[in-house]
């Protein structure tokens, strides 16, 4: 197999026995995930599980302990994240992060820094838009003028630019109406269906979670404790466990 390509009913992502530590403080503990191509893949679990630092592993923002990731076939753990992205991974971080003082139109453009989306940056520009009527009509408006939810559409519009093979989105749903929570779901299947995309998205309510994703992997105190399609944990009583609290029995 050359590097780049997958095998075949092999996975997109793999990760294994993932270490992670801030400090003498260790948070994930042989941590697994794994998507296939074309998938969309729920992250779950309470507060501080270690949602936010398996997917900064992921994307290179921190560096494992031990354990490996690899992706399409090469192993990218402790990669900086610059150079994730040129493999095709695109991390939309917790809470936006957007410039609330540039536009709309400069926050998406920045995505495409990395020297494989600059070339192409304007047909991306166009397909994005196409996905994402609202970029055009609000281009030059200041980040910080839209809503919470518009902002997040924003956010995963910079994330898309870098043309990636896997969009990772830290909480998108987080904060928001339960018209703008459908309209964010909608487009998470729009970027998977049109564009060819795997997702791998992070929420702590499991049945908007389980409602989108194909599968789900849960966190429990930095572990995977289960993983499966979605219809399946659906109807856990190990995810009512863990979500709900013993008290629901
Ligand atoms: N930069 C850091 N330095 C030290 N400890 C950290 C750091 N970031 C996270 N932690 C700790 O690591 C653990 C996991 O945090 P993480 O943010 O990954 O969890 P999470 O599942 O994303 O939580 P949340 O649902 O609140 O976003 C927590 O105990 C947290 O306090
Ligand atoms: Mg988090």
Same mark, same amino acid.
């Given at each position: 197999?050359?590097?780049?390509?997958?095998?075949?009913?092999?996975?997109?992502?793999?990760?294994?026995?993932?270490?992670?530590?801030?400090?003498?403080?260790?948070?994930?503990?042989?941590?697994?995930?794994?998507?296939?191509?074309?998938?969309?893949?729920?992250?779950?679990?309470?507060?501080?599980?270690?949602?936010?630092?398996?997917?900064?592993?992921?994307?290179?923002?921190?560096?494992?302990?031990?354990?490996?990731?690899?992706?399409?076939?090469?192993?990218?753990?402790?990669?900086?994240?610059?150079?994730?992205?040129?493999?095709?991974?695109?991390?939309?971080?917790?809470?936006?992060?957007?410039?609330?003082?540039?536009?709309?139109?400069?926050?998406?453009?920045?995505?495409?820094?990395?020297?494989?989306?600059?070339?192409?940056?304007?047909?991306?520009?166009?397909?994005?838009?196409?996905?994402?009527?609202?970029?055009?009509?609000?281009?030059?408006?200041?980040?910080?003028?839209?809503?919470?939810?518009?902002? +997040?559409? $924003?956010?995963? =519009?910079? @994330? %898309?630019?870098? *043309?990636?093979?896997? /969009?990772?989105?830290?909480?998108?749903? !987080?904060?928001?109406?339960?018209?703008?929570?459908?309209?964010?779901?909608?487009?998470?299947?729009?970027?998977?269906?049109?564009?060819?995309?795997?997702?791998?998205?992070?929420? +702590?309510? $499991?049945?908007? =979670?389980? @409602? %989108?994703?194909? *599968?789900?992997?849960? /966190?429990?105190?930095?572990?995977?404790? !289960?993983?499966?399609?979605?219809?399946?944990?659906?109807?856990?009583?190990?995810?009512?466990?863990?979500?709900?609290?013993?008290?629901?029995?």
């Amino acid at each position: 197999m050359s590097a780049g390509m997958q095998p075949p009913d092999g996975f997109q992502l793999e990760v294994k026995g993932l270490d992670v530590a801030y400090g003498d403080c260790q948070v994930l503990w042989q941590a697994e995930l794994d998507v296939r191509k074309g998938e969309i893949v729920a992250l779950l679990g309470p507060n501080g599980a270690g949602k936010s630092t398996l997917m900064n592993t992921i994307s290179g923002l921190n560096k494992p302990v031990a354990g490996s990731v690899t992706f399409e076939g090469k192993r990218i753990d402790g990669l900086p994240a610059h150079q994730t992205v040129g493999e095709g991974i695109a991390h939309v971080l917790e809470r936006r992060r957007l410039f609330p003082f540039l536009t709309v139109a400069d926050n998406v453009l920045l995505g495409a820094h990395n020297p494989r989306a600059r070339a192409s940056r304007e047909e991306t520009r166009q397909r994005v838009e196409a996905l994402f009527p609202l970029l055009k009509a609000r281009s030059t408006q200041l980040a910080n003028s839209l809503s919470g939810g518009e902002q +997040q559409m $924003v956010a995963i =519009a910079r @994330g %898309l630019m870098a *043309r990636p093979k896997l /969009l990772m989105v830290d909480e998108p749903f !987080l904060g928001l109406s339960p018209r703008m929570v459908d309209e964010i779901g909608t487009l998470i299947k729009r970027v998977r269906d049109e564009e060819g995309i795997s997702v791998v998205f992070i929420e +702590q309510n $499991v049945e908007l =979670a389980l @409602g %989108l994703a194909d *599968r789900g992997f849960i /966190l429990e105190s930095g572990r995977t404790i !289960l993983h499966g399609p979605s219809s399946e944990l659906l109807g856990s009583a190990e995810v009512k466990r863990i979500f709900l609290g013993d008290f629901a029995y």
